[in-house]
């Protein structure tokens, strides 16, 4: 069935160093994946999506590497700063017919330590 | 311009009482869901709606209604509140990359 693995749960890193968050998903069919990151008290909100034409993008700090063969992609952050700490959540676009959903992940909290 | 706006934003209830969480978008989308967030369950799907007119189940629609009242409004009901519906609520729209509402925090006591 539908189903998007994401790990770590839990990162800590030094202000500076580099944050990378890795997912893989199930459906061989899934096209779009985008990375929501949710701050304290706040809904998720969509911060880099990759489509499956597409190997990596990059959006300044932020890039998502996606390999189809083996059904993983990930995030990376480079330069992590206090304010990069947040719940983060990949997710997988599942389609039947003519429509999809999103499968989200469990998310990952980052802490980003001064 | 909005995006997704949840009402209320905070809401206690009593076990056995009832509500309706609003939830309205102005971006056209077609596609409306309904999630609830617990602490170390990411996020739930209760409900969606593909379409204006129509609704489907989720993973966890035990408990809860929906009425998808126009192509902007999709609300979700709960018909009599129990402790385990306590949690975070969030409303999204969207087809691919989904814009999410800012959530109700609920409390059933």
């Known amino acids: 069935g539908e189903n998007v693995e994401q790990h770590p749960s839990t990162l800590s890193v030094q202000e500076g160093d580099s944050a990378v968050i890795k997912c893989t998903y199930s459906d061989s069919a899934s096209n779009y994946f985008p990375w929501y990151k949710q701050e304290l008290g706040k809904g998720p909100q969509l911060i880099i999506d990759?489509?499956?034409?597409?190997g990596e993008k990059k959006d300044q700090r932020i890039a998502v590497t996606l390999n189809k063969t083996a059904k993983h992609f990930s995030l990376h952050i480079t330069e992590t700063q206090p304010e990069d700490s947040a719940v983060y959540f990949c997710?997988?676009?599942?389609?039947?017919?003519?429509?999809?959903?999103?499968?989200f992940g469990a998310g990952t909290q980052v802490v980003v330590t001064p | 311009n909005a995006g997704v706006t949840q009402t209320p934003k905070f809401q206690v209830l009593k076990t056995g009482q009832s509500m309706t969480l609003q939830c309205a978008q102005d971006?056209?989308?077609?596609?409306m869901y309904w999630y609830r967030q617990d602490p170390g369950m990411g996020l739930r799907l209760i409900y969606y709606s593909a379409s204006e007119g129509t609704t489907d189940k989720g993973e966890v629609p035990n408990g809860y209604n929906v009425s998808r009242l126009n192509k902007r409004e999709f609300s979700l009901r709960l018909e009599s509140a129990a402790p385990s519906q306590t949690s975070v609520y969030f409303c999204a729209g969207g087809g691919g990359g989904y814009t999410f509402g800012s959530g109700t925090r609920l409390t059933v006591v």
């Open positions: 997710a997988a676009l599942f389609t039947t017919d003519s429509w999809g959903k999103l499968q």
């Open positions: 990759i489509r499956s034409n597409v």
């Open positions: 971006m056209n989308h077609n596609s």
